[in-house]
C-alpha cells in the first residue's frame, strides 16, 4: 500500500487537545490523517472501518471527572466495542498517548493479555509527587518487544504532561508483562540504566514502566507525548546542542514511532 493511501483517524473532541500535533506527525511520517470528533463517530456519521490507524490522543477527556480517560472510555466501550474489536482483528494499529494510554487501559486494550480487548487489568494512578508534572524525560526501550512502534528505538527523549502517570497493575499482570517483553519503553537515566527515582521516573511507575503494548505488538500506550517533539527546535536546549554538535538533527525523536507504524501497515496491507 502507498503510505498516502494509509488513513488515520485521529479522535478528537471533550477536552482532548493534541488533535493538530499528532495529525502533524502521521502526515510527516507520510499518511494522511482524518480529524474526527468523537460525536461524529457514536452517531455513525464515521466508522472505523475505512481507517487504517487509529490514534487516542492526549489531552484531558471530560475534564478527567471520575478519572482520566474513563468517561471516554466508557463512551467508546459501549458504542464502539464491535467496531474496535474488528479493527484490531484485523492487524490495524493503534496508539494511544497520555490520555489515549488512560483510555485504552480503562478499555482494556492494553495489556489485553489473554487476548480480551474490553476487560481492565492495568491503569494510571496519581503521580507519586501528588502534582501534575510537565517536564522531558528519556525513555529506554525494550529491543525484545513485539511493539510494531518501537521497532529499532534504542534511547528517546520526549515532553511528559500529566498529572496520572504512574503505572500500576497486580503482581500477577505484571510478572506476564516482563516475562513476555510487553513493556516497550521505560523511563531510564541519560546514561540509559533504568530510573527508580525522581525525576528521572516522573512519576512513580511501577518497574520504571512508561508504555506497554498488546501481546501481537499493535496496540500501544505510552505516557510522554512523541507527537510533541516532531522537530529539533521542539526541545528546551536546541540552542546548546547545536553550539556543542555544530548542527541539529533533522527531526525529533517522537517521529520514529509514527513512521514504524505507517511503514508496517505500508508493508502488510
Not at 186 to 199: C, K, L
Request: proline share 5%; glycine share 10%; with cysteine.
Amino acid at each position: 500500500m502507498k503510505k498516502s493511501d494509509i488513513k488515520t483517524l485521529v479522535i478528537t473532541g471533550f477536552g482532548l487537545n493534541c488533535e493538530k500535533e499528532t495529525a502533524a506527525a502521521c502526515r510527516l511520517a507520510g499518511s494522511t490523517p482524518e480529524l474526527v470528533h468523537l460525536n461524529d463517530l457514536l452517531a455513525g456519521k464515521e466508522t472505523l472501518e475505512k481507517y487504517h490507524f487509529l490514534t487516542f490522543i492526549g489531552g484531558f477527556s471530560f475534564g478527567d471527572h471520575l478519572g482520566s480517560g474513563t468517561v471516554f472510555a466508557n463512551r467508546v466501550k459501549f458504542n464502539l466495542r464491535d467496531q474496535l474489536q474488528k479493527f484490531v482483528d484485523d492487524g490495524k494499529l493503534v496508539i494511544g498517548i497520555c490520555n489515549g494510554f488512560q483510555t485504552l487501559t480503562r478499555l482494556g486494550m492494553v495489556p489485553a493479555l489473554n487476548g480480551d480487548y474490553f476487560t481492565q487489568t492495568a491503569a494510571l494512578a496519581h503521580n507519586d509527587s501528588g502534582v501534575f508534572r510537565d517536564d522531558w524525560c528519556r525513555l529506554k526501550a525494550n529491543p525484545a518487544s513485539p511493539c510494531v512502534f518501537t521497532k529499532d528505538i534504542d534511547m528517546v527523549r520526549l515532553p511528559l504532561r500529566h498529572g496520572e502517570g504512574k503505572f500500576v497493575a497486580d503482581a500477577a499482570v505484571l510478572k506476564e508483562l516482563e516475562e513476555r517483553n510487553l513493556v516497550a519503553v521505560r523511563y531510564a537515566n541519560a546514561d540509559g540504566s533504568v530510573a527508580t527515582e525522581f525525576p528521572a521516573n516522573p512519576n512513580g511507575s511501577i518497574n520504571s514502566i512508561a508504555g506497554i503494548c498488546d501481546p501481537t505488538g499493535r496496540v500501544f500506550g505510552l505516557m510522554p507525548h512523541p507527537e510533541a517533539f516532531l522537530s529539533p527546535f521542539n526541545a528546551p536546549d536546541w540552542t546548546e546542542v547545536k553550539a556543542v554538535s555544530g548542527k541539529l538533527p533533522e527531526e525529533g525523536d517522537g517521529v520514529k514511532f509514527f513512521r514504524n507504524a505507517i511503514d508496517y501497515i505500508a508493508e502488510n496491507f
